[in-house]
Nanobody
Framework: QVQLVESGGGLVQPGGSLRLSCAPS????????MGWYRQAPGKQRELVAL???????NYADSVKGRFTISRDNAKNTVYLQMNSLKPEDTAVYLC??????????WGQGTQVTVSS
């Protein structure tokens, strides 16, 4: 079973930046979309950003203008560049891939903490 592996989380001060990466542990085919979600303590999981094979993107209103999602189709890797981070961005960030067959794959998550 292929797993998604996130990296790049950590502790950063408000106004700082982080870059998250997500890659599969093995070979994957027919990926339609790649996305980043986050879940803060006591809150529901929410979509942060999504990118399709064709390059179309979708962002949560709360991160527009600060976060950028990108993908490397050759490596089946998705990135999330996070700038101007705020304390309210603190959460576990998870990546998720959806295939053309409708199958979803999730990573274990990486902690992002924004605090002074």
């Amino acid at each position: 079973q292929v797993q998604l592996v996130e990296s790049g989380g950590g502790l950063v001060q408000p106004g700082g930046s982080l870059r998250l990466s997500c890659a599969p542990s093995g070979t994957m085919f027919s990926i339609y979309s790649m996305g980043w979600y986050r879940q803060a303590p006591g809150k529901q999981r929410e979509l942060v950003a999504l990118i399709t094979t064709g390059g179309s993107t979708n962002y949560a209103d709360s991160v527009k203008g600060r976060f950028t999602i990108s993908r490397d189709n050759a490596k089946n890797t998705v990135y999330l560049q996070m700038n101007s981070l705020k304390p309210e961005d603190t959460a576990v960030y998870l990546c998720s891939y959806r295939t053309w067959h409708g199958n979803d794959y999730w990573g274990q998550g990486t902690q992002v903490t924004v605090s002074s």
